[in-house]
């Protein structure tokens, strides 16, 4: 199993407040992705990484922002949480060397609640 | 418009049939992988079988088995013999090799329940 890991698994947090996921790879993977998961929507892209402080925006951007200082850790940040933005998020990952048929190995979700 | 399209939300059945999970997709590359990633009620995502555009033969994985129609963009996923552990969400997903981002765009998904 590719070793992703993401943190925390579970969080409530209040409407207006700063949230930050985590998402940490011991694969040396260059391209790392945050999706958000709700029903009816499947998995949507919201930011991802193709290296070291590269990062670019995906279909679902607006209210999050990312980092990534090392290739092993992608941050997710909810500047200001809000109710819309409760969902189950994914972080990923894809194989090396990237190519059209490597697999994108997932996380184990975390599953966010704002009230 | 949507690039991936589930139009199955729900699905059953009986365990020990085979089974057939839709999926049609829209792209203008002419190089594109297509892929089916399984999520049982426990929430990790299973990669099952992955498809190339340009691939002659329809892949094939143990019990699943990709019947891919190109002319009519059209990727479905077959499982043959159903057991009770393939009861689960099933996600259709596919890669432009135009895109250099390198994402997954995914469908809305196939709820599948396998009945005893």
């Known amino acids: 199993d590719a070793g992703i890991t993401q943190s925390p698994r579970h969080k409530v947090t209040e409407t207006g407040t700063p949230v930050t996921l985590r998402c940490h790879q011991t694969e040396n993977h260059r391209y790392m992705y945050w999706y958000r998961q709700d029903p009816g929507h499947g998995l949507r892209l919201i930011h991802y990484s193709y290296g070291v402080k590269d990062t670019d925006k995906g279909e679902v951007s607006d209210g999050y922002s990312v980092s990534r200082s090392k290739t092993e850790d992608f941050l997710l940040t909810l500047e200001s949480a809000t109710s819309s933005q409760t969902s189950v998020y994914f972080c990923?990952?894809?194989?090396?060397?990237?190519?059209?048929?490597?697999?994108?190995?997932f996380g184990q979700g975390t599953r966010l609640t704002v009230v | 418009a949507q690039k991936i399209t589930q139009t199955q939300p729900g699905m059953f059945v009986q365990e020990k049939e085979a089974v057939t999970l839709d999926c049609t997709y829209d792209?203008?590359?002419?190089?594109?992988?297509l892929f089916w990633y399984k999520q049982p009620s426990s929430g990790e995502m299973i990669f099952l079988i992955y498809?190339?555009?340009?691939?002659?033969q329809n892949a094939t994985e143990g019990r699943y088995s990709l019947n891919f129609q190109k002319a009519r963009k059209s990727a479905n996923l077959v499982i043959s013999a159903s057991q009770l552990g393939d009861s689960a969400m099933y996600f259709c997903a596919m890669r432009e090799a135009m895109d250099s981002s390198y994402k997954l765009i995914f469908g809305s998904g196939t709820r599948l329940l396998v009945r005893p």
């Open positions: 990923a990952i894809s194989g090396n060397p990237t190519g059209l048929n490597t697999e994108a190995f």
């Open positions: 498809q190339g555009s340009y691939d002659e």
């Open positions: 792209t203008s590359d002419q190089s594109y992988g």
